[in-house]
């Protein structure tokens, strides 16, 4: 007669509470995946076969806005407001204070019906950022100062050329005007970020089109006239709106030549150098 199996000792209290542990971590890993995105496949039937060389993509452009509202706080509500179908990646207060709304891997909503060059979607190519301004006033030297932050963290990630960071004006010239005539676009030119040229500028060269010019650096030229409005708001602004453009070409030429000039992962992009003439170069609807 065999002698009775002595019950199983309990496994020591450190050992279940391992073992509790890792089938913690298998069930948060199992919810997860469940909860992961499924990848967004073609509209006709496909294998799929997934790669493990990818990264995330990165925006070419940053877009600069004025808020037009009477504080950063009224702001704030109309870009966290699902009605209002506007965003942006940041928010920066008049005292400096950044807020960031949109993962910056996001599309936000910020630039509208825009072009700039080839780029017929703004939205998804760029960071839009929103400074609390009404659009009549200084912008504040906190507020610039943390733009300037920001905008050197961008380049160092993101490595957005120094001639991409342009206004809402200069995308949607019909119907924008921020950041404004009062936007210190020399400021930011002199710390690598912007398009400028310093005078004096050298003679434009015989033959030069100034209108091709303009079409060269980015701006949409279908409407010549709000193409112009912008350019001048942005690097003349107060000069008479039915001054002839010829009176730009000069500056206009110097413009393509910093252009065309500048590196990809960039110096600044102020210049005072010559340039050769240009000879040529699914949209969102939101407003904002």
């Known amino acids: 007669m065999s002698a009775p199996r002595?019950?199983?000792?309990?496994?020591?209290?450190?050992?279940?509470?391992?073992r509790a542990a890792t089938r913690a971590t298998w069930l948060f890993a199992a919810w997860l995946a469940a909860c992961a995105?499924?990848?967004?496949?073609?509209?006709?039937p496909t294998r799929w076969v997934p790669s493990p060389n990818f990264n995330a993509r990165s925006p070419a452009f940053v877009v600069v806005h004025y808020t037009s509202s009477v504080s950063a706080a009224h702001a704030l509500r109309t870009l966290t407001n699902p009605v209002a179908e506007v965003s942006a990646h940041y928010l920066i207060r008049r005292d400096g204070t950044i807020l960031q709304l949109v993962d910056e891997r996001m599309?936000?909503?910020h630039a509208g019906e825009s072009r700039w060059g080839a780029t017929v979607d703004v939205n998804s190519a760029s960071i839009g950022i929103e400074l609390d301004n009404d659009g009549f006033e200084p912008y504040s030297a906190a507020l610039i100062d943390a733009l300037?932050?920001?905008?050197?963290d961008l380049r160092e990630r993101h490595h957005v050329p120094a001639a991409n960071v342009i206004g809402h004006s200069d995308v949607a010239p019909a119907r924008k005007r921020d950041p404004g005539p009062l936007f210190p676009w020399r400021t930011l030119a002199a710390h690598g970020f912007g398009l400028w040229c310093e005078p004096p500028?050298?003679?434009?060269?015989?033959?030069?089109?100034?209108?091709?010019?303009?079409?060269?650096?980015?701006?949409?030229?279908?409407?010549?006239?709000?193409?112009?409005g912008a350019f001048r708001l942005h690097f003349v602004p107060g000069l008479p709106a039915d001054a002839p453009l010829e009176r730009d070409s000069a500056l206009i030429q110097c413009l393509v030549g910093a252009a065309l000039a500048a590196p990809e992962d960039e110096v600044p992009a102020t210049t005072r150098s010559p340039a050769p003439p240009a000879a040529s170069s699914p949209t969102s609807s939101r407003s904002w």
């Open 201 to 228: 500028f050298p003679p434009a060269r015989a033959g030069f089109d100034p209108l091709l010019g303009l079409r060269a650096i980015g701006y949409d030229t279908r409407d010549a006239e709000a193409a112009i």
């Open 107 to 109: 599309r936000a909503w």
């Open 37 to 44: 995105p499924l990848p967004e496949r073609a509209g006709i």
């Open 6 to 18: 002595r019950p199983a000792r309990p496994a020591p209290r450190r050992c279940r509470a391992r």
């Open 148 to 152: 300037l932050a920001l905008l050197a």
